[in-house]
């Protein structure tokens, strides 16, 4: 469960900061000097490096391994082909590449009222710097989203917090969330301090609601998975085997529907 809501949130999350990167790489203030006498570049590239870091720790685990093909019991290994905790990863993350394609509506949505906001309070290049505020707003739900499959994994599961953040920690963007708003808020300032009007705050709620509510959805969750079987059908030992896993991943959409 845990690594199904992580697999939409942090994924999905971060095909959205990428969008942001290409564009932030054209604002005015992207080279020059910020805090500490690095750029603003600098603290971007800082958060996509910390992403790196993060892939990497969880392909190559050493305890709580979340993607080690060896440590599957012999049923569900049987489901796979040859192939490496890297694929089983890529495969994992193609969950959330999926609800990111369904969801770009939305995400468009939510950079136009970003936008229209920065432009009622006059801030430089409001289509360029309305991005990485969406992406923020990305990350942060990805956070959410894994701090409330804790609460749930207490409360429904009886699974201690503690055991909990022990174990699954490791699968967190909040680290990487902090990097990003520094960018962010080194980026411009002005356009992270000024008060919203009342319109714009209730436009951005609404975006922000819409789109929580789309990648918490179980039935887009289990519609992303299946997506996700058919482009990798590579991953699977035999043509049944990837066909099971549909029909399973279809009953499970229709039990939540």
Known sequence: MVKLVTAVGNNAAWYVALDAFDHIKHHRNYNNCAAGGHTVKYHYKRALKAFKDYERRLVHATEYRMFCVADMADETRKKYGDITDRDYYEFW??????????TKPLIT????????????????QAD????PMVAQACLEL?????????????????????LARMVFEQLSLKPIAKMWQEALTLTDPVAMTY?????????ITHGLEQL???????????????????????????????KKAMREISEMKEAVS
């Not at 993350?93 to 369904?102: S, W």
């Not at 991953?235 to 990837?242: I, L, Q, W, Y």
Request: charged share 25%.
């Open 212 to 242: 929580s509510e789309a990648w918490t959805n179980p039935k887009t969750m289990y519609q992303s998975t299946f997506q996700t079987v058919v482009d990798y059908e590579e991953v699977f030992r035999t043509a049944g085997e990837m």
């Open 128 to 131: 360029i710097m309305a991005w």
């Open 142 to 162: 990805a956070v959410l989203m894994y701090e409330n499959a804790l609460i749930t994994l207490r409360e429904d599961y009886h699974v201690p917090t503690k």
């Open 109 to 124: 949505s939510l950079w136009n009222k970003y936008r229209v906001s920065l432009l009622n309070h006059n801030i430089p």
């Open 93 to 102: 993350a193609g969950i959330g590449a999926k609800v990111y394609e369904q």
């Open 195 to 203: 008060d919203l009007d009342t319109t714009e705050e209730k436009n």
